[in-house]
């Protein structure tokens, strides 16, 4: 097992678990990352741990800085990132407090800065790396390491939802029923606002990448309930507590 980072979503921007041995903030050719990257061990591993939306929350996902999170992993070494994203559920086997491994991904995001090969000789990533570059994203989500992350819910006797389609979504507001029934019929299982660019970063620099993606609501429209901002938060809170006491283990286990 090579070095692994975990990307706190929402709800998870300390991690109480981490013994802290250094807290790195280093400039990027593409500017600053989210936070301070937490360097340290858990379950006796070697971690690093970055809150996707930095302290307090302050980035909503369009305005995260994802390239410059995901450069600085790689500069540290990073072979691969438990990423914990919340997400709508669209499917009725993904209800609220579902934990899903999804496996594909459809980005609807705009006006993102998406890409570390876009031809921008000066951010270029060195040798290596062309300056242009197609990389295959095919399999979004890195196939041996969710395989390990669902081998691991089911013997820890954790209810997992192995597979799934993520919608992603620009935000910050959530869709419109007729968004969320267009996305269904593109055949999304999940929709959140998170998991792209990030993935696809994640691909480009050749870094493992999963997701643990916790549903918090309903989409809209799939249930008659309006969607309520304190019962999501709550819901988030819940389980964010909860998979984040499971972390020393799985990081054993992988
Ligand atoms: N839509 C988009 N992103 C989300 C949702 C949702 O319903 N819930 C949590 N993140």
Known sequence: MGLTAIIGGSGFDTF????????????????????????????????LFLPRHGAGHRFPPHKVNYRANIWLLKELG?????????????????????IVIPEQIIDYTSDREHTFFDGNQEQ????GYPNVQHVDFTTPFAKELREKMIRFFYQSGIDVVGHGVYGCTQGPRLETA???????????????????????LAKELDIDYVSI??????AAGISEKPLSMLEIMNTVIKNMGN??????NLLRFL
Not at 30 to 47: A, E, F, K, M, T
Not at 178 to 200: F, W
Not at 213 to 218: F, G, P
């Open 16 to 47: 109480e678990e981490l013994t802290v041995k250094d807290a790195i903030f280093q400039d990027t050719p593409y500017g600053s990352h989210s936070g301070p990257i937490l360097q340290g061990s858990v379950g006796g591993n070697d971690c």
């Open 78 to 98: 990073v072979t691969q990132i438990i990423a914990f994203n919340v997400v709508g559920g669209i499917t009725p086997t993904m209800s609220p407090d579902t």
């Open 124 to 127: 270029s990533l060195g040798e």
């Open 178 to 200: 007729a968004e969320i029934e267009r996305i269904k019929r593109d055949g999304c299982d999940l929709v959140g606002m998170t998991a792209m660019p990030e993935a696809g």
């Open 213 to 218: 993606a916790i549903v918090v609501n309903w």
């Open 243 to 248: 998979i984040k006491s499971l972390l020393p």
